[in-house]
């Protein structure tokens, strides 16, 4: 007898798929080649135009850190900085502004540089609409024409305080403004000028603690370059120091949160259309239109 039996064609209960359903072999298989052999080609182009991708994009991210390098380079050169200023060229892809000798917006920012009033200060500028002339790269000597300028100087709250001989001093908004969920602050996000909250320590009015004032700010003089800073009143209440002071010694209070910063240009010679804090940072602003720039006044102060 054999030692095996075949099984008939029939479906057990225990089979997972009865035999009518289960796949079968038809020996066609050309279909199936051809398929494959389709497959490949698509992944193949798909391939090449990822690869082709990736490369313009990062021969267009490359060249436009080269001439972000470049103009940083020019910047320091001409404005006589201690190193390169950090340079943004906004806009994809770069290198259809590079040809058309335009860029879209600019950004120039150049920290911790030598003031001859506060000792240090931040330098910004953006620059929208930049028509380069000849050359994509901006060369030190560039006349460059704007469509908007957008200007700051900023000043920390150390470098203020120094200034007024109240060194733990620290700026902050209006807290009407902090306490707003808009922020109520400008488009660059600087507060308004009125209220602004110092607060530290006037050992020279006679007072040993911390205590926060408003402080109005404004920009004066002939050529509108003094920031004035003008006390006018204690501050209680949450985020403040929530001290009181006496009245006998508020005059002298107030005298001593009260200073003149002259000095004060803003890069390219912008007139100042606003001023108020940002962070902990004081900041007068500059905004103008259909102008022309010369690198080499970056930094006027």
């Known amino acids: 007898m054999p030692d ?42 798909v391939a090449t135009t990822v690869v082709v991708i990736l490369g313009a994009v990062g021969a ?74 000849d050359s994509w790269l901006v060369a030190p000597d560039a006349v460059l024409p704007v469509g908007k300028v957008e200007s700051r100087i900023i000043i920390d709250s150390t470098h203020v305080g120094r200034f007024m001989g109240i060194p733990d001093l620290l700026v902050e908004a209006p807290t009407r403004e902090t306490n707003d969920s808009t922020g109520g602050t400008t488009e660059s996000g600087i507060s308004s000028n009125r209220g602004v909250v110092f607060t530290g320590t006037p050992r020279q009015a006679g007072i040993d603690e911390r ?9 004066v003089g002939p050529a509108r370059t003094t920031l004035k800073m003008t006390a006018t009143g204690v501050l209680t209440g949450p985020g403040t120091a929530d001290e009181d002071v006496p009245a006998d010694k508020l005059p002298a209070v107030l005298a001593a949160f009260s200073s003149e910063l002259p000095g004060q240009k803003l890069p390219f010679g912008i007139a100042p259309t606003s001023e108020g804090a940002r962070g902990s940072d004081v900041i007068i602003e500059g905004i103008a239109e259909g102008v022309t720039v010369d690198l080499d006044e970056f930094r006027l102060s």
């Open 4 to 45: 095996t039996w075949p099984l008939p064609d029939r479906w057990f209960p225990n089979d997972s798929v009865p035999p009518a359903l289960k796949p079968r072999r038809t020996g066609h298989s050309g279909g199936v080649g051809n398929n494959v052999r389709v497959r490949k080609l698509v992944l193949g182009a």
């Open 60 to 133: 267009d991210f490359g060249a436009a850190i080269y001439a972000e390098y470049r103009l940083a380079r020019s910047v320091r050169s001409a404005a006589n900085l201690n190193w390169d200023p950090s340079v943004a060229i906004l806009g994809f892809p770069f290198i259809a502004q590079a040809v058309d000798r335009h860029y879209d917006e600019v950004e120039i920012k150049a920290s911790g540089v030598d003031h001859a009033v506060v000792g240090k200060a931040s330098l910004e500028t953006t620059l929208h609409s930049v028509d380069l002339g």
């Open 211 to 219: 205590v926060s004032i408003a402080v109005d700010l404004s920009v």
